[in-house]
């Protein structure tokens, strides 16, 4: 495990290289930092059971779409979005904390002009992402949140292979 105190530096936190959202598609305007914890494929694994990681969304740009079968718990850190969630879309801003179900479709869009940050709570020993399904993607473009909703912002997550 790291230290346990992570000290903020002007560009994100020390020891924290900031990883490209989806390292396969260069340019989606989405960097995450992994701050605490790191994906596990066991509970038994050593290290923290959960992980705490910083996303920055740049102007115009999305978080992927998509879904999962673990729930997460997001805090806005700076600059203003939509959290689309089934086929809601809210207006956030610093200090919002948002609350994302198991199999919920959702997604975090920046609606200013500064990039828009926000912490993201998950379970180390998780699921993978999935892509939303035909049915999913139709039912939102018909609801209030197609028109904030980005689907092809980011592309699907690739499973790990087995």
Partial sequence: MRDQVI???????EGVE??????????????RHTIVGNRKSDPSEPGPRMELRYFEVQP???????????????IVRSG???????????EIGPNDVIYVGPLELHQFVNRGKEPFGFYCFVDACRDFSQAPTPTDLERLEASPAGAVAK??????????AV
């Fill in 60 to 74: 115009g740009a999305a978080s992927r779409l998509e879904k999962h079968e673990h729930e997460h718990y997001v």
């Fill in 18 to 31: 900031p990883a490209g959202y989806a390292p396969d598609a260069p340019g989606t305007g989405v960097a």
């Fill in 80 to 90: 203003v979005g939509y959290a689309v969630i089934g086929e809601t879309a809210t």
């Fill in 151 to 160: 689907p092809h912002a980011v592309p699907p997550a690739r499973s790990p």
């Fill in 7 to 13: 000290r903020a530096t002007a560009s994100g936190w």
